[in-house]
């Protein structure tokens, strides 16, 4: 594994949401290299063990690394000056899915708070809920989702640079925060569609 502090903050992030006792999604964890920007992304998805497949609800992680922060990274890492701490941008969607019936987003809503727990002295903000709609081969069977992602931002400043273990410190909280949020969603009383069958 590369000895760099992106992958730090990924192992942190991983260590506290597998902490919670969520179940990570099969096939659903990627780490992107944008070949022209040279941006990297990291992006994987939870679920409350005994959901099914696809979960009713789930948690899509995602963490950036933009080539800004790389730059700034190694003038810290090789001793010059910065004039902007690097920083990583986090998105986190909280989404149900299999849901039979459209979904009220207000209902949603009035469940999730404004904010998420504290990532160092940062929090994600939340944005408005998206309502999807999915058909199947025959038009009249439809199945809805809704998603609400919390975006913001996590600045490695000259401590957590110096001392890595400050980010598990730093993201400690969040386990437990996305568990008890996925909790919340899943104890909304919507009727949902059947699990696919094992083999499906």
């Known amino acids: 594994m590369l ?13 506290t949401v597998e902490g919670a006792m969520l179940e990570r999604q099969a096939f659903e964890e990627r780490f992107q290299a944008d070949v022209l920007l040279g941006d990297l992304t990291w992006e994987t998805s939870y679920a409350l063990p005994g959901e099914g497949s696809p979960p009713r609800t789930r948690a899509d992680l995602t963490l950036d ?11 810290w890492y090789i001793g010059e ?15 149900i899915q299999r849901l039979a019936e459209q979904p009220d987003p207000r209902k949603v809503l009035a469940v ?15 944005s408005g809920p998206t309502v999807e709609m999915i058909h199947g081969d025959d038009l009249d069977d ?24 400050k980010l598990d410190e730093h993201f400690s909280s969040m386990g437990g925060w996305i568990a008890s949020t996925l909790v919340r ?16």
């Open 142 to 165: 439809v199945e809805w989702a809704i998603e609400v992602s919390y975006e913001g931002t996590y600045e490695l400043d000259e401590e957590v640079l110096a001392d890595g273990s």
């Open 185 to 200: 969603l899943g104890d909304l009383t919507f009727e949902f569609r059947p699990a696919d069958e094992p083999g499906d």
């Open 3 to 15: 000895d760099h502090v992106f992958t730090d903050a990924i192992g942190a992030l991983r260590d």
């Open 65 to 75: 690394w933009p080539t800004w922060a790389q730059t700034a990274y190694r003038s």
């Open 112 to 126: 999730l708070p404004a904010e998420s727990s504290l990532i160092g002295s940062e929090r994600l903000i939340r």
């Open 81 to 95: 000056p910065v004039d902007e701490p690097p920083r990583i941008e986090i998105e986190i969607v909280l989404r």
